[in-house]
């Protein structure tokens, strides 16, 4: 199909580019979420009073978790490069850029849910041990449960940032909506695609916030 004349960027390229961020999106959000809630439920629980209490593993991984939250995603995204070949055997496209994006995101959604996760009634967690309880049916049973509310906030937040991250990936070939952005709204100067670009974005930024707090405020009346 031809371009507009205002344009350089055809519907196929702009769909191609918006599927292709959504793929980053999903799959990074996806296995982040699941390594992030680990991270967070080890630190919550191994800290001083937790239901697990452990100092030497809660100071280190909350040292690693500080160190790569401690990088800005450009440079995470070149450091790990070697890592990246090792697991899908490239360093460019949509799946090399999914594995820093998770490497990313999961710190980040392990330290928000630590602290849904420290949000928690003391009484919940005493009650729990009152019945019997093991630590892991406390926390599989009673303290992630009653935090599902501000979990699921925790990951629309972590979403958002995760759009943000996608967008940069662009730089270094990783397709997307940012690399369209780059490649013809600065590099060519085509003023439509970035518009279109920064629409597509805050669409994605805005219907992703209001999904995740309608769902939240479900689980909150419960």
Do not use: H
């Amino acid at each position: 199909m031809k371009v507009a004349p205002w344009t350089l960027v055809t519907p196929e390229m702009f769909f191609k580019a918006l599927a292709e961020t959504l793929q980053m999106l999903g799959v990074a959000l996806a296995l982040g979420s699941l390594l992030g809630i680990v991270i967070g439920t080890v630190l919550a629980v191994t800290r001083p009073g937790g239901v697990l209490q452990n100092r030497p593993v809660n100071v280190a991984l909350g040292v690693v978790v500080n160190l790569i939250r401690s990088l800005p995603f450009i440079i995470l995204l070149v450091a790990i490069l070697p890592f990246t070949r090792l697991l899908v055997g490239t360093s460019i496209g949509v799946w090399a850029a999914i594995v820093p994006l998770t490497v990313m995101i999961a710190p980040y959604i392990g330290r928000l849910v630590e602290n849904s996760l420290l949000e928690v009634p003391d009484g919940v967690i005493e009650a729990a041990r009152s019945m019997g309880a093991t630590p892991l049916q406390i926390i599989g049973r009673f303290m992630l449960p009653e935090a599902r509310s501000s979990l699921i906030l925790a990951i629309t937040i972590a979403s958002i940032g995760l759009i943000d991250a996608t967008a940069v990936a662009g730089i270094v070939g990783a397709g997307g909506i940012g690399d369209l952005a780059l490649s013809y709204g600065y590099q060519r100067y085509d003023g439509f695609a970035m518009l279109i670009t920064c629409v597509t974005l805050i669409l994605l930024v805005q219907g992703i916030q209001v999904l995740g707090t309608s769902i939240a405020r479900r689980y909150r009346r419960r």
